[in-house]
């Protein structure tokens, strides 16, 4: 069973700091690209960061530089560090896994079911 489940998301001040966690399978974990992609109100569901099996990382412009995806392999988790929020990254963060990395959100199959990060001035 293909699972992921989030955690971390919460409501922030801009300048703040939010960490989310994404437990996934092993298999899912060792063998799939995963990423993290978000959703703003009323805004098409977007990617932040992705990371391949072989460590390659891809973030979106609005993330470089404040946002950081890992992995921690002894829990199975992915990771994204959020610094330096501000409001406009309020969305719904989704983990989301597929056996290559697609440039489209829609293309992935494998989704969480979303944590939220609200962002105040």
């Known amino acids: 069973q293909e699972d992921l489940v989030e955690s971390g998301g919460g409501s922030v001040q801009a300048g703040g700091s939010l960490r989310l966690s994404c437990v996934a399978s092993?298999?899912?974990?060792?063998?799939?690209?995963m990423g993290w992609f978000r959703q703003a109100p009323g805004k098409e569901r977007e990617a932040v960061a992705t990371?391949?099996?072989?460590?390659?990382?891809n973030y979106a412009d609005s993330a470089k530089g404040r946002f950081t995806i890992s992995k921690d392999n002894v829990k199975n988790t992915l990771a994204l560090q959020m610094t330096g929020l501000l409001p406009e990254d309020t969305a719904l963060y989704y983990c989301?896994?597929?056996?290559?990395?697609?440039?489209?959100?829609?293309?992935?199959?494998?989704w969480g079911q979303g944590t939220q990060v609200t962002v105040s001035s």
């Open positions: 989301a896994a597929d056996y290559r990395c697609w440039s489209r959100a829609l293309d992935y199959r494998y």
């Open positions: 990371i391949d099996i072989d460590g390659t990382t």
């Open positions: 092993e298999y899912m974990y060792t063998t799939y690209c």
